[in-house]
């Protein structure tokens, strides 16, 4: 294949941000179509080149047909945007049912989440999976602390040395931020927006640890509870279960971004009304400001893997054909 | 010429409808056959017919499955699916009594009867 011919596939692909299955299936239609066209052109006498420009010309711009193709699949069905609502709901049943106590529910939340996941990825990744893959690498990180818990008080100083909780800690830290960052560029490397709705309910989540520590301090919050009830903690994961199955059922891009960041705002002021003495406006507004920036990162990050994705392109024209098929 | 733009823009999903109905289809196929049928009038950005065709399947109103050629090249057929007949059977009932209405009001001699 011509480079021009795979830069032109690239192109409605990278714009299509199908899921592999998927992208494989239309690229491999587009690629049979070329082949036809370019053929057909060759015989009236065209050179390779020539053909290829003409038929891409005919074709339309690789942009806009990427772009048709986004919105044929991005719409999911009511099914689709149930599952993206599930985890949140459940974590919602979890709050609101004062479950979070119980060790046994959390153990089964954390399987299902887990299972579902891993169910998912094999699946193909449809857009549902990335409001999962986000509480899934929560799970990750909270298997671990308990796996660090453990070990520490069954394996003594022997093993782990003095102040080795703390090494351990930092190290698995670092390691954990590390391992998130890998999952969001790989997500972001097929459309930011996924990467953002993954990120949705960190930025739920910090709030309310910053919202407990103020109020009575995280540590007291096991044993008193919220002042109200959980309920209301409940409701905003009710709401991030909304945002998510509405961010699905929406086809347009530009909808989907106003509902990413339009839901988390919304959800931000549910907390600061819920706390007793709501926050300061300016520290408010800052957190506003920075936990938008936060769901939002994921579009510049893929402005740069994109970026360096094309140079490496670009420096490198002896690739094999399969290389730039995503993942 | 932009007008019939347009109305291919209307028409596109029932002109599919229609080809894919007579027999199954690949997308180039489909492209050239339009152009042959039409005297050369429905000539459109190839790349439109690819999202057309997919919205059309995600509607189930078609089927494509990929089938290999005797020369051993492969190409994605498409299929009339019984949805898509329902389907193709008011875009014609629709599309015929919308083009009679249109010719009673254009064509001269029915101005004469009025």
Known sequence: MLPELRRYLINISLNSRLDPREDGDVVRELQTHFEDEIEELCEAGFSDREAVDMATRRFGSARDIGRELYEVYSGGTWLQALLAGVPHLLIALTFALHLWRTSYWLIFVSLVIGGVTLYAWRRGRPGWFYSWLGYFSMVSLAVAFLVIFVAERVLPPLVLGNNALWVVIVVYVGVALCLMGYIVIRVVRRDWLFASLMLLPFPVLFVWFVALERDMGLMDYPRHGFQGGDLEVAFTFLALGGVSAAFIRLKQRHLKVGILSIGTLFILAMIWRFTENGFHPVICFLLALFLTILVMSPAVLQCRVRRWREEVEASDRALPEKVWERQ | ?114
Do not use: C
């Open chain 2, 1 to 114: 010429m932009r007008y019939g733009r347009e109305l291919l823009k209307g028409s596109t999903e029932h002109l599919i409808l229609s080809l894919i109905g007579q027999e199954p289809m690949y997308g180039y196929r489909l492209i050239k056959e339009m152009e042959k049928r039409s005297g050369g009038y429905f000539r459109f950005k190839q790349g439109t017919l690819y999202p057309a065709l997919h919205r059309l399947e995600k509607d189930k109103l078609i089927q494509g499955k990929w089938e290999r050629l005797p020369n051993g090249q492969e190409r994605r057929y498409y299929y009339l699916t019984e949805l898509g007949q329902r389907a193709l059977d008011e875009k014609r009932a629709e599309w015929e009594g919308f083009s009679a209405a249109v010719n009673l009001v254009i064509e001269p001699a029915n101005l004469a009867e009025v």
